[in-house]
């Protein structure tokens, strides 16, 4: 099995910063891209942000400025670095990562964390 766990959700005040950071375990032998989405009560779930294994990267032009995507193959983790953060930016963030092994190959989701910026 493919694991993706979330982390760095909570409550923030417009304005402020948070830093969710995404962990893969399990047996696999690749990550490709890594992905953030984030899907608001009522909403479409969206890409934020997205990294190859290259280290290319993709930042969705509204949160452009104020976030910042990020990975470390070493540790099999993804980050994204929250900036500037408005009420908009609310929503569940969900860690998406395109895993290859010797049984798989596919894409896989965490569970999602919470993400909230009130005053």
């Known amino acids: 099995q493919v694991h993706l766990v979330e982390s760095g959700g909570g409550l923030v005040q417009p304005g402020g910063s948070l830093r969710l950071s995404c962990e893969a375990s399990?047996?696999?032998?690749?990550?490709?891209?890594m992905s953030w989405y984030r899907q608001a009560p009522g909403k479409e779930r969206e890409l934020v942000a997205d990294?190859?294994?290259?280290?290319?990267?993709f930042v969705k032009d509204s949160v452009q400025g104020r976030f910042t995507i990020s990975r470390d193959n070493a540790k099999n983790t993804v980050s994204l670095q929250m900036n500037k953060m408005v009420p908009e930016d609310t929503a569940v963030y969900y860690c998406?990562?395109?895993?290859?092994?010797?049984?798989?190959?596919?894409?896989?989701w965490g569970q999602g964390t919470q993400v909230t910026v009130s005053s």
């Open positions: 998406n990562a395109f895993v290859v092994g010797v049984d798989i190959r596919g894409d896989y």
């Open positions: 399990g047996r696999f032998s690749r990550l490709h891209d």
């Open positions: 990294v190859t294994s290259g280290g290319g990267t």
